[in-house]
């Protein structure tokens, strides 16, 4: 079987081709263009639970792929929601990014498409829970899925990947936190919503001092925003006042639609396209890539 995909943008001649070899018998070619100059890597986290980490992974990353960029959405979670939001059996797909931390296959045998132009998915299946206890005490446990993306050269392939992870911060988000460059915060608004920033920015501080000096917090997404409560009014002006963290000016609406959306496995750019919650997703995917290009050109200045 082969398959290929093109990034349909105009006027961009000059993108990086690959073709990718993968599948698990290695009998799926497709081709994929980098438009980028370099791979954007995010991860979306947070110490706490049900805060949108994986919606905003969603729909961010759908997003992305909507302008045009190629997009490789990583399942870090056993809970598997990404893969599920993706359309994806996280019963029956196989392999899995649990398949990969066990050395069974690359990170690329086990990449599928989704429904969606531009958008791929390293899925997860609920045996990811298990896959800590299977591995050998050995050095290195933190950097196994650094190693294998940079193995399979995953950042040469996409423009962006972007990684979803558990409500804590145990071995798969470790991974993660060794893995990407950048950290998204989504923060809900909620009354302990603030308690967890400070835990997160201290693991955080801690992962990029002992096992990955590249890594930054790009900053906090707002989420489940209602303005007409007096508490999201009252939270987006302190969150913008906490000291070192930079605080998307994108407010994700509370909204049913991105419940049904991952109910039904359809990213809220296909499910409700003209809708604030798209809306809210697409501004983020524009702010995101100004706030990346801006922090590299920084770093290039300090240079
Ligand atoms: N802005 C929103 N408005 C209303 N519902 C939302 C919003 N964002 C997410 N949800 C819903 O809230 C629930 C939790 O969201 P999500 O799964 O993205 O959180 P999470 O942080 O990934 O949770 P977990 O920590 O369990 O992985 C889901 O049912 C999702 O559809
Ligand atoms: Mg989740």
Redesign the pocket.
Known sequence: MAWFRRVARPGDTDQVVHTIDGGVDGDVDFETRRVLPECVSLA?L?G???????????NLGASLAELGLTVLAVDC?P?S?LTS?LAVDAYRVNPTVGDVLQGRCTVMDAVVETRWDNLWLLPASPDLSAVEQGLAVSLGREQILRDAMQRDRVHDRFDVVIY?T??NFGFHTVNVLAATRWVLV?LQMSGFALRGLKELLRVTNLAAERLNPQLEVLGVVP???NLRTRLSRDMLPALCDISGVSVFPVH?????R??????VGVPINDLAPTGP?AEAYRRLATEVLAAVDAASADGRARA
């Open positions: 979306c947070s706490k639970g049900g805060v949108g980490k994986t919606t905003t992974a969603i979670d809970q929601n939001g979803d558990p409500p989504p989420t489940f925003v994700v609406p509370y909204t049913v991105l419940q049904e959306s991952s109910l919650a």
